[in-house]
C-alpha cells in the first residue's frame, strides 16, 4: 500500500463540476479581487463559526497580522505565544510590531500551558498586552483559564484558529471566543482554497472595519486612505471555491474525528506511543494526528518502507530558528515545548483516508514499536 501524509485530490474530484461553475462566473463577470462572491463567502463563514463579522484576506499570516494591528497593537507592545507552532503565528506577531515572548506548552495537549502561563504573569515585566493561543493539531486551548487570566491581567487575546474550522470547547468554535481570530484557507488546511486564503473572525465592530481597510491600502473609499495598509485582499474566484466546500466541512471534519479515534482506540495503553491529547470538553477537528514516541526519525524511516508518509509538526520549536538567533528568547528555555520537539511524528490523516488504510498505518507503528 502506498499513503500519502494527505491527499487533496479527491475532494476537488467530487467538486468538480461546482468548482468549474465557480472558475466561469469568474470570466464572465471579470471581478477577480473582492466583490460579490467575497462577500457571500464572508456571511456564510461568521454564520458557521458563529461571529458577527468574517473580514476574508489573502491568507493567514495576514489574518493575524492585520488583526493584531486591528485590535490596536503598537510597536515594541509585548505579545505572548508558544514555540510549538507554525513559524506564521511569531511572523505575524513581530512584523505587527509586536515584542515575543514565549510561554511553555502542556505536555498532554501539547498547546499553551494555562499554569505556566499564570507563573509567568507575576512577573510584571513579563506582562503582555496580547496573547496568541494557538489551537494547534484541530485542538483548543484552554479558553476558559485564558479568559480568567485575560480578565485579571487586562491583556487582549488573538486565537490562532489556522488548524482549528470548527473545533468547539464547552459548544464554543474556535474564533469566536478571543477578540479575534485569524484563519487560513491554505489548501491543506481543513477547509482550503485552491490557492491562498485567510479570513479573519470577530464580534467587534472596530476590528472588523479596521482589517477592511488594512487589507485594502488603507482605503476608507476609493482613494481615500486612513491608514497606510496592505494589498491583502481575499481573490474573488477563491472565496466562490471557499463557499462550494464550506457545506461539505462538518462532513469531512466527521471524518477526520474518526479516523483520529480509530487511531486512539488502537494505541491505547502500548507502551513508547502516546497519542496528544485534547481535553475533555474539546470536540477536535484533527487537522493532525501526532504522536509521541522515542525515535521519530526512526520510525518515520520504518514507515517510509511500508510506503507511508508522515511528517513533523514541528521539528525546530520556533524561538530556536535561525532567523531568531539574535533575540534575547532564543536564549530562552521552554523545556516542554524542547522535549516534545525531539519526540513527535504525525501519521496521515485526510477525509478521504479509507478504513483499511488507517488499519494499514496502526498495524506498521504497531509492528515498528514492537508492539503487536
Ligand atoms: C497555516 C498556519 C498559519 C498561516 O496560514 P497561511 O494561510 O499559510 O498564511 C498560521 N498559523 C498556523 C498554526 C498555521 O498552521
Redesign the pocket.
Known amino acids: 500500500m502506498k499513503i500519502p501524509f494527505s491527499d487533496l485530490v479527491p475532494i476537488h474530484r467530487e467538486l468538480e463540476s461546482e468548482l468549474q461553475a465557480v472558475f466561469l462566473k469568474t470570466c464572465r463577470s471579470a471581478g477577480f479581487v473582492g466583490g460579490a462572491m467575497v462577500e457571500e463567502f464572508e456571511k456564510a463563514f461568521a454564520a458557521w463559526v458563529g461571529t458577527k463579522h468574517c473580514v476574508g484576506v489573502s ?6 497580522r492585520l488583526a493584531l494591528m486591528a485590535m490596536g497593537c503598537q510597536r515594541g507592545d509585548r505579545v505572548l505565544t508558544v514555540a510549538n ?2 513559524i ?2 511569531t511572523e ?1 506577531i513581530h512584523q505587527a510590531g509586536g515584542v515575543l515572548d514565549f510561554v511553555d506548552v502542556e505536555e498532554q495537549t501539547s498547546l499553551l500551558d494555562p499554569k505556566a502561563l499564570e507563573r509567568l504573569l507575576e512577573d510584571p515585566a513579563r506582562r503582555p498586552k496580547f496573547v496568541v493561543p ?1 489551537h ?1 493539531y484541530g485542538q483548543m486551548v484552554d479558553m476558559t483559564r485564558l479568559g480568567a487570566l485575560a480578565e485579571k491581567y487586562g491583556f487582549q487575546i488573538l486565537e ?1 484558529a ?2 482549528a474550522h470548527g473545533a468547539t470547547q464547552n459548544g464554543k468554535r474556535a474564533g469566536t471566543i478571543g477578540r479575534a481570530a ?1 484563519f ?3 489548501p491543506g ?1 481543513n477547509l482550503g482554497a485552491l490557492g ?3 479570513a479573519v473572525t470577530t464580534n467587534d465592530d472596530e476590528v472588523a472595519s479596521r482589517v477592511r481597510m488594512l487589507r485594502d491600502h488603507g482605503q476608507r473609499e476609493k482613494y481615500f486612505h486612513v491608514y497606510e495598509g496592505y494589498n491583502a485582499r481575499l481573490h474573488s474566484m477563491q472565496a466562490g471555491f471557499l463557499s462550494v466546500k464550506l457545506p461539505h466541512l462538518n462532513g469531512w471534519n466527521e471524518r477526520r474525528r474518526a479516523i483520529a479515534q480509530r487511531y486512539d482506540a488502537a494505541f491505547e495503553g502500548k507502551d513508547g506511543i502516546r497519542p496528544v491529547r485534547a481535553y475533555r470538553e474539546n470536540v477536535s477537528v484533527a487537522h493532525l494526528y501526532v504522536i509521541h514516541v522515542a525515535d521519530p526519525r526512526g520510525l518515520q524511516k520504518q514507515l517510509a518502507e511500508q510506503g507511508i508518509a508522515s511528517g513533523f509538526h514541528y521539528p525546530i520549536p520556533i524561538h530556536h530558528q535561525d532567523c531568531y538567533r539574535e533575540e534575547a528568547f532564543y536564549r530562552m528555555s521552554l523545556p516542554v515545548t524542547e522535549k516534545l520537539a525531539g519526540q513527535l511524528l504525525s501519521l496521515p490523516i485526510y477525509p478521504h483516508l479509507a478504513e483499511a488504510e488507517v488499519d494499514y498505518v496502526i498495524e506498521k507503528v504497531l509492528a515498528a514499536q514492537g508492539r503487536t
Open positions: 491568507n493567514g499570516t495576514d489574518a493575524l507552532t507554525f506564521a503565528t505575524a494557538v494547534l490562532d489556522a488548524q485569524g487560513s484557507f491554505y488546511k491562498e486564503g485567510g
